[in-house]
């Protein structure tokens, strides 16, 4: 099935810092999720974003659904060590019946 | 939002064998889903399972390998038949969360890690 691209796959970062990553599609979506991901448990959903152009923040993190509907970018501010994981996005178009499509995922480590 | 549990968390089983994955969730939700979670990779939709009628698959998930079973609408039960090695994954349910007023924002259960040998 369809797979939603994200870059960077995977980024090494030192403590402090602030990290970007984005999410690419060729189709149209209604709705795109952000969900981290630890060792042995589950996605946990950080940010819901709904609406083109839309911002919403959750603490540190910051995501934005892009104007085209066919991108949405996260950012993390001031990393710590407890982000580590991999963030997957997830996209959803109108009238699929709530079928995700989960982008490829980008894996973070933070150093100290 | 929703609490979502899964039984077994994780599993070792012989080839050849089934295993049954239930899905507990505390609250009542139209739409349950279950995906599955290849070693490094992201997430697959395998199934939407809906309480009083079958579940619907996706492009490459078969019923016969896949059985799924949705009682009512706070529980239900994902098997995988007749491993084989490349079962090996992590299997997820999710779930429809309608308290904050929205349809389409999903929650994950913690998982089942199934290893084949």
């Known amino acids: 099935g369809q797979q939603l691209n994200q870059s960077p796959q995977s980024m090494f970062i030192q403590e402090g810092e602030d990290v970007s990553m984005n999410c690419t599609s060729s189709s149209i979506f209604n709705t795109w999720l952000w969900y981290k991901q630890e060792p042995g448990e589950g996605p946990v959903l950080l940010i819901a974003?709904?609406?083109?152009?839309e911002l919403t923040s959750n603490g540190r993190l910051t995501a934005q659904f892009g104007i085209t509907r066919k991108d949405s970018f996260l950012n993390i501010s001031a990393s710590i060590p407890s982000d580590v994981g991999i963030y997957f996005c997830?996209?959803?178009?109108?009238?699929?019946?709530?079928?995700?499509?989960f982008g490829t995922g980008t894996r973070l480590q933070v150093t100290l | 939002s929703a609490v979502i549990s899964q039984k077994p968390s994780r599993d070792i089983c012989q080839r050849g064998t089934s295993l049954t994955i239930q899905c507990q969730v505390d609250?009542?939700?139209?739409?349950m889903f279950w995906y599955r979670q290849q070693p490094g990779q992201s997430l697959t939709l395998i199934a939407t399972?809906?309480?009083?009628?079958?579940?619907?698959?996706e492009s490459g998930f078969v019923i016969d390998k896949f059985p799924i079973s949705r009682p009512n609408l706070t529980f239900s039960t994902l098997t995988v038949s007749n491993m084989s090695p490349e079962d090996s994954s992590i299997y997820l349910c999710?779930?429809?969360?309608?308290?904050?007023?929205?349809?389409?924002?999903?929650?994950f259960g913690p998982g089942t890690r199934l290893t084949v040998l």
């Open positions: 399972a809906n309480q009083g009628s079958e579940a619907t698959y």
């Open positions: 997830a996209g959803l178009h109108t009238g699929t019946a709530s079928k995700l499509t």
């Open positions: 999710s779930v429809e969360d309608y308290s904050a007023g929205r349809t389409d924002t999903q929650y």
């Open positions: 609250s009542q939700v139209t739409m």
């Open positions: 974003l709904y609406k083109a152009g």
